[in-house]
Each structure stands twice: as structure tokens, then as C-alpha cells.
T-cell receptor, first 112, second 114 residues
Framework: KQEVTQIPAALSVPEGENLVLNCSFT??????LQWFRQDPGKGLTSLLL?????REQTSGRLNASLDKSSGRSTLYIAASQPGDSATYLC???????????FGTGTRLKVLA | DAGVIQSPRHEVTEMGQEVTLRCKPI?????LFWYRQTMMRGLELLIY????????DSGMPEDRFSAKMPNASFSTLKIQPSEPRDSAVYFC????????????FGPGTRLTVL
């Protein structure tokens, strides 16, 4: 059974710092992996999607990498800003299906 | 496009009552997903549809939960009878077929069962 874990559960950093969020999954038979952002009381906003055949995707200050064989993905945020404060979730699409398994999330706070 | 639309945004009901949550996916999307989010269990997939047909309902917790998609632009999630442990935020999401099937989420319905 696929399990997705995110470490750390919470993170607090000063503004301007570069940071890395981690996502681990137990079954490497995934189709793709998606990173989301969730603001308090809001829905999820898609940030990046990486196909299983890709190694990384970039969007602005965000860079997501995928190492399927080791069951890991990282989300790199460059030059963090207070507006980046939110919960970040990763989700894997189970191979052969459209079923998504979500991680537990990392709650990020960027201090001004 | 208006994005995924959910209604109501908040619902407060008493135990034993029937609750119906509604979702309008993004026009043209052929996949629709229902999720539940709680502090204890995080975000869980309940059921998903493809072209209005339920594909996987293994996440539906009990027979008290049912979901329908009568057409490409409307889906409902019904709980009957509701219980306090059903209190959660329910999200609907939609996506397109294909390798780059990015999911787009609605704002959610916060359900409180007293």
C-alpha cells in the first residue's frame, strides 16, 4: 500500500532563506507527483507536476525534483518570502490509475 | 474559467440529517475527485469519476456515503444519516485525461455535524 510522508511537519525560517521540503513515498510505481500549496481555510493550489520520467520541474522560485527509485521528491524554494507561508502537500498518482495519495503536509512559516 | 465550484461553502447540521454537497468541475475536464480533509487523517480520496462513471470508490467510508455524477458538469456527495465524525472539509477536484493531468481543487465545503 502506497504511503506518502512529508518531513518536517512544520518549519519556520527567516525571510530570504532558501529551503527544501521533503516528500517520501513507499512504492516507486507512480505515474507522476504533484506539489500543492494550501492557505488556511482555503483549497489547494497546484504548484508543480513532475512526470515519473522527469527528474525536475521549475516554476519561478520553485524547483521540484523527483528520484523515483529512492522514493523521494524535494521542493526547493529560493529566497523565501512571508507570502510563501502556507502548508505544502505532495501527492503521488498511483501507477495505472488516476488515484492520488497525499502526504501529511509541511506547514511553512516565513518570518519577516 | 471560474474554476471548480463547490456549494455550500459551510454546512452545519444535526446528527441524523441528510447532507448533500455539490460540485461543478472545470468545463472540459473528464475526471472528478471527491476528497475529505481532517486534522487526524489528512487529505483522503473518497471516490473519483471518469466521464461521469465512478471508477474507484474504495475510499468511501461507509454505506452512509454516496456520490453521483449525472452529467459532465455536476456531481453530488451525499451523507445519510450524518454523524459527528463526518465533520471535515470536503473538496472536489477535476482534471483532464493524459499524462499531465494536473488536479484543480475547489474551495471546499466545511461540514459540521452536531
Amino acid at each position: 500500500k502506497q504511503e506518502v510522508t512529508q518531513i518536517p511537519a512544520a518549519l519556520s525560517v527567516p525571510e530570504g532563506e532558501n529551503l527544501v521540503l521533503n516528500c517520501s513515498f513507499t512504492d516507486s510505481a507512480i505515474y507522476n507527483l504533484q506539489w500543492f500549496r494550501q492557505d488556511p481555510g482555503k483549497g489547494l493550489t497546484s504548484l508543480l507536476l513532475i512526470q515519473s520520467s522527469q527528474r525536475e520541474q521549475t516554476s519561478g522560485r520553485l524547483n521540484a525534483s523527483l528520484d523515483k527509485s529512492s522514493g523521494r521528491s524535494t521542493l526547493y524554494i529560493a529566497a523565501s518570502q512571508p507570502g510563501d507561508s502556507a502548508t505544502y502537500l505532495c501527492a503521488v498518482r498511483v501507477g495505472g490509475t488516476y488515484k492520488y495519495i497525499f502526504g501529511t503536509g509541511t506547514r511553512l512559516k516565513v518570518l519577516a | 474559467d471560474a474554476g471548480v465550484i463547490q456549494s455550500p461553502r459551510h454546512e452545519v447540521t444535526e446528527m441524523g440529517q441528510e447532507v448533500t454537497l455539490r460540485c461543478k468541475p472545470i468545463s472540459g475536464h473528464d475526471y472528478l475527485f471527491w476528497y475529505r480533509q481532517t486534522m487526524m487523517r489528512g487529505l483522503e480520496l473518497l471516490i473519483y469519476f471518469n466521464n461521469n462513471v465512478p471508477i474507484d470508490d474504495s475510499g468511501m467510508p461507509e454505506d452512509r456515503f454516496s456520490a453521483k455524477m449525472p452529467n459532465a458538469s455536476f456531481s453530488t456527495l451525499k451523507i445519510q444519516p450524518s454523524e459527528p465524525r463526518d465533520s471535515a472539509v470536503y473538496f472536489c477536484a477535476s482534471s483532464l485525461t493524459g499524462p499531465y493531468n494536473e488536479q484543480f481543487f475547489g474551495p471546499g465545503t466545511r461540514l459540521t455535524v452536531l
